[in-house]
């Protein structure tokens, strides 16, 4: 399995940015049932889940996010995705993908720089 991150980028504070995650290894089925997730790290910060969605299309997401993020799937494409609204400087990171549960090896990431 591998997970390539995309769409991050330099943003000012307010901005919005969508960022996509394709699983490339997993048979469509199975990709369809794992739970996936967005997660982050901060310079010097460890990794951070930010959001998730199960098989269901159910979705969680950390405090700090909540009504700012939109984590999606789409089963066709093997493909997650984060929208990212309202960005805030706190927002900057990597942001990587990998399942809620059961995780393949991480992908690089996209960095998100989020400006004030």
């Known amino acids: 399995v591998q997970l390539v991150e995309s769409g991050g980028g330099l943003v000012q504070a307010g901005g919005s940015l969508r960022l996509s995650c394709v699983a490339s290894?997993?048979?469509?089925?199975?990709?369809?049932?794992?739970?996936m997730a967005w997660y982050r790290q901060a310079s010097g910060k460890p990794r951070e889940l930010v959001a998730s969605?199960?098989?269901?299309?159910?979705?969680d997401y950390e405090d700090s996010v909540k009504g700012r993020f939109a984590i999606s799937r789409d089963n066709a494409k093997n493909t997650v995705y984060l929208q990212m609204n309202s960005l805030r400087p706190e927002d900057t990171a990597v942001y990587y993908c990998n399942g809620l549960t059961s995780w393949a090896p991480w992908g690089q990431g996209t960095q998100v720089t989020v400006s004030s």
């Open positions: 290894g997993y048979t469509g089925y199975i990709f369809s049932l794992t739970s």
């Open positions: 969605i199960d098989s269901s299309r159910a979705t």
